[in-house]
Every structure is written in C-alpha cells, then in structure tokens.
C-alpha cells in the first residue's frame, strides 16, 4: 500500500496509551508504580515481591491484571480503578494533531487494555473527545490482552471491521500480529520501551517488525505523511 493508497480507509483503529500521546510523557509510569501498590497492598508483599509478581504475571498472562484475576481471584473493576488513578496533566492539546485527525474520513476507535474511564480522562486532557467514535476497552474484552485471538476477535465482530479497509495504530509491535494477519494496515508507533520493542538483538527491520506495515516515530509524525 502506498502513500495514495489510504483513501481506502474507512476505519481507523487508536491504541491509547503512548500511541495518542508521545511515550517521552511517560504517562504509564504512575500506573506501572500503582499496579505495583495495588498488588502489595492486597496480597500483603514487600514492594521488591509485588514488582517481582507484576513482572511474572505480565510475562505469563499478557497483563499483571489478568494473572491477579486467575491466580488471586482480584475484581477487574477494583484493580482498573485504583491504577488508572493518575494526574494526566502532562497531557495537553495539540492543535496539529487536533487538525489531523479532522482530516481523516471514517470512523475513529479506541481500543485499549485500559479502562474506558482511563481513556476518557486522557481523550479529554488532549481535548480530543469530537474525534471518537467509541472506545474498546478491556472490560469490553473480557478482561483479556488485545492481543489475544479472542478478544481481537471479539473487537473485529463488534464492530465489524472490513480489514481492506481498517487500518491499526499501536506502539506495542506485538499487539499488531493478528490485525496483520486478518489484512488490517498496520502502523507500529515506534519506542524504546522495553514492552514496545520486539527482539531487539535483531537488526533487521523485516525480521523484527513483521507485522507493521509503516513505522513511525509518533502519531503526528505518521499523520503528516497521510495528512501533510
């Protein structure tokens, strides 16, 4: 697909988190520090144990809050709320990326391993709410990480999205597997976060990024190739 080729597109699917706005914000640092309190707190550990366990639960589950529901029994909805808990104020409007989006024909979603409260308070910070259909989010999926065949699957269905024609945008690479597999354009926002980057003892763009169709340092940076 090239350039031209985006006229096409009549869906355009957001990541929220460190896609919407730059990860240099570091926004998901005061919710990677609450994750760690909430764990500590409920299950009685040592801040070093409740690190240790939202590390392993990430890794084995595909989210901390899914190995706490499995393992512990925890109520979604109690853990989303207290993470999600943040000043969002490092978050301001930005006019161009206001503008850019404006000019995208379609519907825009959100979908997000978030809380839809959580989206709503970072949508409204950015002043960015007029642009957004409607938010997926993670009690939308069950709880289950988006890049889990059912819960993408479950996203697809609802919405019903017609892959030639939808387009993803997530800064984690791996969340983009299965939207590359249906026939989703995919766009990796790129970071040096260690649970954005995808093997990186490779050096090969096509080896390490299979499934990102473009590459971009941030969302107003890729818009303007498509928007200029």
Known sequence: MT??????IDTWVFDLDNTLYPAEINLFAQVDQRIGQFIAHHLNLTWDDARALQREYYADYGTTLMGLMHVHGIAPEEFLEFVHDIDVSALIPSPELDRLLASLSGRKLVFTNGSEAHAQNVIRAMD??????????????GYKPKHEASAFDDFVAYYAINPARTIMIDDIAHNLKLAHGLGLTTVWIQTVRDWGVPRPDSTDRHERYPHADYQAPDLVSFLRQIRP
């Open 3 to 8: 350039i031209s080729d985006f006229s096409m």
């Open 128 to 141: 960015l709410e007029h642009h957004f259909d409607e938010i997926f989010d993670s009690a939308a999926a």
